[in-house]
């Protein structure tokens, strides 16, 4: 995260010089990460319950308090949601890719850490044999490619937070209407 | 080309707040308007008490045997649902799934009672055609679902009695594997 300075890349992605393929490259980061955040929240969205199910298999909440896990299960997919238009547009230049980023990085832990327990609980030999509803809005999915789409998520995220989100934003459409 | 201050840490913040609580309120408020949301004081979880020194019960196998309910085959189930349509015959089945699901295909003679929304589908004429009925017949997906016995655990005792009610645990999935015909509404 940058401090109070100036920063280049910041500079460089707002300037009104010429494209270069910094801008490219962020703006397709940002549409492969906001329309596939959408996607995967949309689905859970419309199925607040299934949403529910799958998140209560990581009882990572204390079970006293049922209105915790409830109240994750309602609000997670509007954060995926919320947090997908907002890369879409290029606001919340850094706010949004930040809370992504700390979602997306707790999530790949647990379906890391729940792929482990369930190895362990079915007796199979190699961890990438373990395949299950991790919540993620996509059904059975096998975990080592999970956590590879995950790992390159977490570090786009982490790509949009250090560089901002480049020349073509709302903002800038705005501007340039101005 | 002219410096562009960077964002500071506070700023940073300051947008992941503000972030965090529209994601919080859009939530909360399509929560509360969707005819899906769910009740978020409610515990929907399947709970047996754990005997002492024992784990708790993980499967669904070992938390009907932990909870004492009774379990049908597929046969009882498909003798029993060729005479439920008859409401004179005091036979009942239950489907917990939801209702997107229950649409696209359930055993025949089935009422759709998706625990999640028991509030809204138990009418006062439901619960006493539960209570009148001599065997109650709960299903879900099969497998692992938790619903057909997340819904036994609602109505029993307050609705029904337990010696009424019968989990048939192969489910949609085992009905429909066995050539069964589904109707559709």
Redesign the interface.
């Known amino acids: 995260m940058a401090g109070a300075g100036t920063s280049a890349r910041e500079g460089l992605s707002d300037a009104a010089g010429p494209w270069s393929w910094v801008d490219f490259g962020l703006l397709a980061v940002r549409l492969y990460l906001g329309l596939h955040l959408i996607w995967y929240a949309l689905v859970k969205i419309g199925e607040p319950a299934d949403f529910l199910k799958a998140l209560r298999e990581y009882d990572i909440l204390p079970r006293t308090a049922p209105w915790l896990m409830n109240g994750l299960a309602v609000v997670l997919p509007w954060i995926e949601l919320l947090g997908g238009a907002a890369l879409l547009l290029g606001v919340l230049r850094r706010g949004v890719p930040l809370v992504l980023l700390l979602m997306l990085a707790t999530f790949t832990a647990a379906v890391a850490w729940r792929a482990r327990e369930l190895q362990q609980i079915e007796g199979l030999a190699g961890y990438c044999e373990v395949a299950f509803d991790c919540g993620c809005g996509a059904g059975v999915v096998a975990v080592c490619g999970k956590l590879l789409e995950n790992g390159l998520l977490v570090a786009l995220c982490a790509l949009l937070l250090a560089t901002g989100p480049g020349r073509w934003t709302a903002g800038w459409l705005l501007r340039k209407r101005a | ?9 506070s ?10 609580a ?3 309120a ?3 408020a ?2 509360w308007l ?1 005819p ?10 399947v ?1 047996a008490p754990a005997a002492a020194g024992q784990p708790p019960a ?1 499967t669904v196998a070992e938390l009907i045997r932990e909870l004492g309910y009774q379990t049908m085959s597929f046969e009882e189930v498909k003798d029993y649902a060729a005479v439920a349509q008859d409401p004179h015959n005091g036979i009942l089945l239950l489907d917990a799934r ?1 209702a997107e699901s229950f649409r696209q295909g359930h055993i025949p003679g089935a009422v759709m009672l ?1 625990p ?1 929304h028991l509030d809204d589908l138990l009418s006062e004429e439901m619960r006493q055609t539960i209570a009148e009925a001599v065997v109650v017949i709960i299903y879900c997906t099969g497998g692992d679902c ?1 619903d057909s016995l997340l819904l036994a655990q609602r109505l029993v005792p307050a609705v029904v009695g337990v010696e009424s009610v019968f989990l048939y645990v192969g489910g949609i999935n085992e009905w429909r594997e066995q050539g069964q015909a589904l109707e559709k509404d």
């Open positions: 080309m002219l410096p562009v201050p960077g964002p500071t840490m700023s940073t913040l300051t947008e992941a707040g503000l972030f965090c529209a994601a919080l859009a939530g909360l399509w929560n969707s899906e949301g769910i009740r978020l004081e409610e515990d929907y979880r709970a993980q939801k998706d999640y938790e």
